[in-house]
Nanobody, 124 residues
Framework: QVQLVESGGGLVQAGGSLRLSCAAS????????MGWFRQTSGKEREFVAA????????YYADSVKGRFTISRDNAKNTVYLQMNSLKPEDTAVYYC?????????????????WGQGTQVTVSS
């Protein structure tokens, strides 16, 4: 099993930027997917972005496309989520997730490894 530890959340004004980090410990393989999901109270966990470890292919939710960028640093075994032009509706707890051989990268229940979550609050 891979352990995931997130960092980088906080409070920012609308239009601002934040970068989230997710450090993975344990073995990852080229077919390992890492994703970011977010959740607000009373709602289901929502897909934000994902990256395939081996070739770096990226996937985004329509709501964040053009504003968020997911990337990885192989040497540090870390995935990043750069969030620009933040909006109040981006406010949520953000979770890092990982899984080998994901069939549908946007489904949270396909991921077995999860971080503890980090709060992102965007004020208007």
């Amino acid at each position: 099993q891979v352990q995931l530890v997130e960092s980088g959340g906080g409070l920012v004004q609308a239009g601002g930027s934040l970068r989230l980090s997710c450090a993975a410990s344990g073995r990852t393989f080229s077919t390992y997917y890492m994703g970011w999901f977010r959740q607000t109270s009373g709602k289901e966990r929502e897909f934000v972005a994902a990256i395939r470890w081996g070739d770096g292919r990226t996937y985004y939710a329509d709501s964040v496309k053009g504003r968020f960028t997911i990337s990885r640093d192989n040497a540090k075994n870390t995935v990043y989520l750069q969030m620009n032009s933040l909006k109040p509706e981006d406010t949520a707890v953000y979770y890092c997730a990982g899984q080998q051989f994901v069939g549908s990268y946007y489904r949270y229940n396909e991921y077995g490894d999860w971080g503890q979550g980090t709060q992102v609050t965007v004020s208007s």
